[in-house]
Antibody
Framework: EVQLVESGGGLVQPGRSMRLSCVAS????????MTWVRQTPKKGLDWVTI????????YYRDSVKGRFTISRDNAKSTLYLQMDSLRSEDTATYYC???????????WGQGASVTVSS | DIQMTQSPPSLSASLGDKVTITCQAS??????IAWYQQKSGKAPRLLIR???SLESGTPSRFSGSGSGRDYSFSISNVESEDIASYYC????????FGAGTKLELK
């Protein structure tokens, strides 16, 4: 069974940093692109960033470029999201997700809540 | 960036009704659209990919169609377990989600 388990969410002050982790199991992690998707009640679902199989190619939505960094450790089947210079508008539930060979999001974690507030 | 305009934002249906949700892309997405169901407090679940291909386990009352920029998703004979929010996703160029449609019982 495919499982994605996020950790590392919580409350953080504006301007500070936070790192999310996602441990994958039930599939060969290194064979899949991975993504972080966030969701807010107001804005719905937004892809945040994507990483290729070995971490050498990454994509970011404009609003997080230069502040967020996606990375992966294939030996540990773990995906990371380093979030720096956090803003109130980054408050959301962050989902770790798998992209299949056609780049469809076909598996999701349970979500990690991130609240940016003073 | 490709934009996805999803409508309506909400739908009210009776059990047994047929409902339809539409997504219009800002450019031709060559049928690379998927549809997701999200129940309250849960992660989204993939229902349909490549416009009309049902995922394993997706009931046959769900269907999708479309081409070019215009796509639709339908549920025939709405059941109580279908009460959820639904999202489209284009995946021809990175990913863009639609804003979602909340399906409620009338």
């Amino acid at each position: 069974e495919v499982q994605l388990v996020e950790s590392g969410g919580g409350l953080v002050q504006p301007g500070r940093s936070m790192r999310l982790s996602c441990v994958a199991s039930g599939f060969t992690f290194r064979n899949f692109y991975m993504t972080w998707v966030r969701q807010t009640p107001k804005k719905g679902l937004d892809w945040v960033t994507i990483v290729n199989y070995d971490g050498t190619t990454t994509y970011y939505r404009d609003s997080v470029k230069g502040r967020f960094t996606i990375s992966r450790d294939n030996a540990k089947s773990t995906l990371y999201l380093q979030m720096d210079s956090l803003r109130s508008e980054d408050t959301a539930t962050y989902y770790c997700a798998r992209l299949d060979g056609y780049r469809v999001v076909d598996a999701w974690g349970q979500g990690a809540s991130v609240t940016v507030s003073s | 960036d490709i934009q996805m305009t999803q409508s309506p934002p909400s739908l009210s249906a009776s059990l047994g009704d047929k409902v339809t949700i539409t997504c219009q892309a800002s450019q031709n997405i060559n049928k690379y659209i998927a549809w997701y169901q999200q129940k309250s407090g849960k992660a989204p679940r993939l229902l349909i990919r490549y416009t009309s291909s049902l995922e394993s386990g997706t009931p046959s009352r769900f269907s999708g169609s479309g081409s070019g920029r215009d796509y639709s998703f339908s549920i025939s004979n709405v059941e109580s377990e279908d009460i959820a929010s639904y999202y489209c996703l284009q995946y021809v160029n990175l990913n863009t989600f639609g804003a979602g449609t909340k399906l409620e019982l009338k």
